[in-house]
């Protein structure tokens, strides 16, 4: 019972500090860690703080926007989209940065009809997310006004369609100049990809250059992770592919990538699944390097 009371009293004594409107933690998926986060309302039970996981990989990108390097992520999403994840007053700040180029703490708050202190506790909040910044702007008389704008971090919070502008190169190449010259374009592009992968690799054994390929794509975008089985292989999974729409009309992307994988390592990669044929990850099984036994010929 006193247990019980302590619960209870605890329950309504304890207080998130206001950075912590989002909760991070970790799980193991397929023998990696990974890091997921999830928003956690103020009423929330202490015996709720830890929130289920419904779907590790959608929750990985709470912590992609908001504590790691957003340049490596091309999330097609709008500000609206990700209301739940910054919260609708944060989204309209951000949304107000994004048309104006910037703004200060006053015309925020005339804009979004709140008082001054909750449209700096917002623009707190987001600063330490590394998604808004702020620089002084001095007048003659006054104190000087801070004027906040979006890093290049928060890009990552609108829709980007690159993937559309490849797509339509990719289809007018192949009808101007024929299948075979979108081919060796391809092909081209693999080739620089190799050549930047096998230096990272110089020197390494082979788990440890599979270690780095994984690591290597993931800073791509593609959420990798390479589990190492029984038999000296390695399961490589991707969790999201960048290329998916392209990949979807011109297979030969993902031949030239099996291609890039295959040549890096120097051993056979076998594509087991893609998400490009609705699977739900790109899966790759990486067999060890066949050793080479050396034969002593006796000359008599």
Not at 90 to 102: C, E, N, P, Q, T
Not at 136 to 141: A, L, P, S, T
Not at 214 to 239: C, N, P
Request: proline share 4%; charged share 25%.
């Amino acid at each position: 019972m006193r247990l019980l009371r302590l619960g209870l009293w605890m329950q309504h004594r304890i207080r998130l500090p206001v950075s912590a409107h989002r909760l991070t933690g970790c799980c193991k998926l397929n023998g990696a860690d990974a890091f997921f986060a999830s928003p956690v309302a103020p009423t929330t039970r202490a015996c709720n703080f830890l929130p289920p996981i419904r779907n590790p990989f959608t929750l990985l990108i709470t912590r992609m926007l908001t504590k790691s390097d957003g340049l490596h992520y091309d999330l097609d999403v709008s500000v609206a989209a990700v209301e739940n994840l910054l919260k609708a007053p944060r989204s309209a700040i951000i949304d107000l940065l994004k048309s104006r180029g910037g703004a200060s703490v006053e015309e925020l708050a005339q804009e979004l009809a709140v008082t001054k202190v909750c449209v700096r506790r917002h623009l707190s909040l987001l600063e330490s997310d590394g998604l808004i910044r702020h620089e002084e702007q001095r007048h003659e008389r006054g104190r000087p006004r801070h004027i906040y704008r979006l890093t290049e971090k928060a890009d990552c919070l609108f829709p980007r369609r690159y993937d559309e502008f490849a797509r339509g190169i990719l289809g007018q190449l192949e009808r101007e100049y024929g299948l075979e010259a979108l081919e060796r374009l391809l092909a081209a592009r693999a080739d620089e990809l190799i050549d930047q992968a096998k230096r990272l690799c110089i020197g390494l054994n082979f788990e440890q250059s599979v270690r780095k390929l994984t690591q290597w794509i993931s800073d791509k975008g593609y959420a990798a992770e390479a589990r190492r089985m029984k038999d000296g292989s390695f399961r490589l999974v991707q969790h999201n592919c960048p290329t998916e729409n392209i990949a979807t009309a011109y297979p030969q992307v993902c031949a030239q990538e099996l291609r890039v994988y295959t040549e890096i390592l120097g051993c056979q990669v076998v594509r087991e699944c893609r998400i490009s044929d609705g699977a739900a990850v790109c899966e790759y099984r990486i067999l060890p390097p066949v050793k080479r036994s050396l034969r002593v010929l006796s000359i008599r």
